[in-house]
């Protein structure tokens, strides 16, 4: 088991900046991979990035080179540098946890992108 809480989001102007948080309950080196979803209204949950074990990160192709997904194995935190925000990214964004093939949420974070 894995409890996740996420922290960091928030409304922002377009192109504006923002850092999500997720703090895990038990130690990162102990979690196969972590990751963020989003999810905008009436959309479908989506993968933005993830971050395996030994560091390895992925990235959905509309985020690359304006996110970054990092972790602090000191805090058992991974975090979520959010860069160049456009209005379309508005959503809840979840922080996800792979222990041996099972996954646990976060409560999610709402992010809105606005004027």
């Known amino acids: 088991q894995v409890q996740l809480v996420e922290s960091g989001g928030g409304l922002v102007q377009p192109g504006g900046s923002l850092r999500l948080s997720c703090a895990a309950s038990r130690i990162l080196g102990s979690i196969n991979s972590m990751g963020w979803c989003r999810q905008a209204p009436g959309k479908q949950r989506e993968m933005v990035a993830t971050?395996?074990?030994?560091?390895?990160?992925n990235y959905t192709d509309y985020v690359k080179d304006r996110f970054t997904i990092s972790s602090n194995n000191a805090k058992d935190t991974v975090y979520l540098q959010l860069n160049s925000l456009k209005p379309e990214e508005t959503a809840v964004y979840y922080c996800k946890a792979n222990l041996y093939g099972n996954l646990f949420w976060g409560q999610g974070t709402q992010v809105t992108v606005s004027e």
């Open positions: 971050i395996t074990r030994a560091g390895r990160t």
